[in-house]
């Protein structure tokens, strides 16, 4: 079943994953729809160094619930429970630091954190006009993942659209 949902969602977007194990290196970010079980918005994912391992970071709104940054993942760590600092550089740059709070922590990981146009309005724009997105769990630099920033802007946009959370008082409406 999830296997289905994944491959619709890889169509016409620039890499595929493949069922809830294997993620084929993202080329860019993609445009996200309920029919994916991610939720509505937008998706960038990168291939880690292990054959099915995979990092994905999400800008998604579930049903009618709030825009959210989500990190999804198979492999890897993200501790237990505990807020989880996600270090950012958008083309070596650094950018504001989300902290997510993991909602599962075996299987495939996820961690999210409401959006704020406040807090998180200047890394939107750096996603949106920069070429890379470089980012790395707890406060682990030197182990940066870089992750392609090219279809942002459009996954971007989506997201923004899309969820209700971003268009409240605040809330950016464009980014260019």
Known sequence: MITQKLAKWSVGCAFVMIGLTSAAAAQGWSILDEANG???????????????????????????????????????????????PLLLRVDGQPVPTLVLQPSATVGQKRAEVAYDPVQHSYLLGAMTTGQVLEFAHFSDELGMSPMPLRGAKEAVDHALAVCAAATGPGAPTDLA
Do not use: H
């Open 38 to 84: 991610f939720g509505r918005g937008g998706i960038g994912c990168v291939q880690k160094g292990v054959q099915g391992e995979y990092v994905c970071l999400a800008l998604r709104c579930i049903g009618d619930g709030p825009l959210e940054f989500a990190l999804i993942q198979e492999g890897g760590d993200i501790g237990q429970g505990q807020p989880m």
